[in-house]
């Protein structure tokens, strides 16, 4: 067994972790995509440091200049995260202590828990996120309205079990999804109403005695509120619950969607006609034109339901 480099918070152990045990427990590949956000929360947290006379002026100089340097470094590919270090965060706070000395470095952590930082990450990124669903769902309803548009006279039956039901306009079908569409739109907004809290000033689970101001990290961060709660925040992962459910319907939607495409392309159906840009054919058969992209939506969205239940 190899043993690993002394970690930050080794001081009362005798002997360092086994690279073994660091290859089993680290989160590197995911936290990558995490480190702007580390870095947006260590900016803001020394910020209040500093407002609240807790660190000088030039302390919050020096880590300022130096997490913004980070964060150039990891943009350039001079700074990778190692997994040595864990996570995101322990890589963010050794690259400062390095580079500005534990004299300024050193301080970033004061009334601060990883806990406070795994979340506030966690709550920036997924509210990132959501925003990025919610646009690509207004550019693919747009998408359907115009469609809706261009068709509110173009006959086509309804199906109820694959079976002709009733007649319905193709401009029906298209706003039928831009209904499910804003549906998901309220969901995705409940959930980034609960993810837009800040979890900062938690600290490990109850809070610190240091005067913080965690109505100005708030402010920075652009939340709408702190957190009320230390101990129900800092063990909390049901707004991460939320937006997966809210994904998941989203995804069911798209696989509807998918499964109607997969039907109508088909020579039985002969309903639609996909461009030769989306279609794939076949290494033996000419005539087939494959609907994959179709298929493959359905088949992805399990990830998603996947992740809710994991």
Known sequence: MKKSQKTLWGGR?????TTETIAFTHSIEADTRLIGYDIWGSQAHAIMLARQRIISDTDLQEILRWLRKAEEDFQNGDFTLDPNKEDVHMNVESYLIENAGREFGGKLHTARSRNDQVLVDAH???RDEILNVQRGLSTLSEAFLQIAKAHTDTVMPGYTH?????PISLGF???????????DQKRLQSA????NMNPLGACALAGTTFPIDRDLTTKLLGFDAPHEHAL???????????????LSLVMANLSR???EIVYWTSYEFGMVLLDDAYSFGSS????KKNPDIAELTRGRTGRVYGALFD
């Open 13 to 17: 152990f005798s002997t360092n972790l």
């Open 124 to 126: 920036l990124y997924i």
């Open 162 to 166: 694959t079976q002709h039901a009733q």
């Open 173 to 183: 079908w298209a706003t039928a999804y831009v209904s499910m569409f804003l549906r």
């Open 192 to 195: 980034y109403t609960l993810a």
């Open 232 to 246: 129900d925040v800092i063990s909390s992962r049901d707004f991460i619950a939320e937006v997966l459910f809210a």
């Open 257 to 259: 969607i998918s499964e």
């Open 284 to 287: 033996i058969m000419p005539q």
